[in-house]
């Protein structure tokens, strides 16, 4: 499975990204999904998930501010984030729920105050 995730940049507190994940080599509608970030110095975490069914979970740091959609026909996962932080500053990666698949890349999205 490759995980290609994009989307990330540089923004000043207060912007908005919105990231992408296109999905290759695996069924994709089957497979609960998230978003993880890590931050320098600190362990990967998952920020958002998103079931099979579109039931979707934050943290609660990203609660109101972020929202996780999929498109399961095109592979696409997605990360809407609004009023960012420079607390959100971090690698953010995809992966299923688990996150047993190989990491890919990541993208990086640096929040300036």
């Known amino acids: 499975v490759q995980l290609q995730a994009s989307g990330g940049g540089s923004v000043q507190a207060g912007g908005s990204l919105r990231l992408s994940c296109h999905v290759v080599g695996a069924n994709f509608r089957i497979f609960n999904m998230a978003w993880y970030r890590q931050a320098p110095g600190e362990q990967r975490v998952s920020v958002a998930t998103?079931?099979?069914?579109?039931?979707?979970n934050y943290i609660d740091p990203v609660k109101g501010r972020f929202t996780i959609s999929r498109d399961n026909a095109r592979r696409l996962l997605y990360l809407q984030m609004n009023s960012l932080k420079p607390e959100d500053t971090s690698v953010y990666y995809c992966?299923?729920?688990?996150?047993?698949?190989?990491w890919g890349k990541g993208t990086l999205v640096t929040v300036s105050s």
């Open positions: 992966n299923q729920g688990s996150g047993s698949w190989s």
């Open positions: 998103i079931s099979t069914g579109g039931g979707t």
